[in-house]
């Protein structure tokens, strides 16, 4: 079981919004703005899309944005495209004993 | 632009030692305000953070894992190395190497490696 909780799959139509949510505790989402959104596609490095709970590194579309609310966080993907299609993990800092928490990961599949 | 990519061991015996390392090129190597960090994905559990280590050498670890992990940090060969003892099949893994910034989030990772634990 993973630290923080995320669904395990959504889907949407192109051009759609999805949202995935991302539960975790006071410890750790709750308490720390130090949320960030990772996409996993097959055969690919991992890249960061969000940090910080809404920051977007440069080169990333502005179709993906980030939120918290106490200890929730979501990412929501807008006008949905057909290579958004991959594996979505939530990670957040958990303080000094846990460190780096993952979610359990989010398939999303753009129908 | 920062590249990172995993080497070493693709199937390791249960019971046995686990060692990998990450090559770094790129002008942020060790970087005083990045930590590196080693981080796996299973099927069952999706991704764990396995550990990270600073440019002096200090490691903070997954509390779950501690006891097997160990990290080092090369500086003259732009490398850092993960080893984990004692592995079982739980162990079996895309093991990603990636750089860690002081917002504690990962902005660069290698493609991955796959370990599988098996006799």
């Known amino acids: 079981q993973s630290a923080l909780t995320q669904p395990a799959s959504v889907s949407g139509s192109p051009g759609q919004s999805i949202t995935i949510s991302c539960t975790g505790t006071s410890s750790d989402v709750g308490r720390y703005n130090l949320v960030s959104w990772y996409q996993l596609r097959p055969g690919k490095a991992p890249r960061v899309i969000i940090y910080e709970v809404t920051r977007r590194p440069s080169g990333v579309s502005d179709r993906f944005s980030g939120s918290k609310s106490g200890k929730r966080a979501s990412l929501t993907i807008s006008g949905l495209q057909g290579d958004d299609e991959a594996e979505y993990y939530c990670c957040a800092y958990g303080g000094s004993t846990s460190l780096i928490l993952f979610g359990g990961g989010t398939k999303l599949a753009v129908l | 632009q920062v590249k990172l990519r995993e080497s070493g061991s693709g199937l390791v015996k249960p019971s046995q030692t686990l060692s990998l390392t990450c090559a770094v090129s790129g002008d942020s190597f060790p970087g005083g305000t990045y930590s590196w960090s080693w981080i796996r994905q299973t099927p069952e559990k999706g991704l764990q953070w396995i550990a990270y280590?600073?440019?002096?050498?200090?490691?903070y670890s997954n509390p779950s894992l501690r006891s097997r992990v160990s990290l080092s940090i090369d500086k003259s060969r732009n490398t850092f190395s993960l080893t984990m003892t004692a592995v079982t099949a739980a162990d079996t893994a895309i093991y990603y190497c990636?750089?860690?910034?002081?917002?504690?989030?990962?902005?660069?990772w290698g493609q991955g490696a796959l370990v599988t634990v098996s006799s």
């Open positions: 280590i600073y440019h002096d050498g200090v490691t």
């Open positions: 990636a750089r860690a910034t002081a917002a504690e989030y990962h902005d660069y």
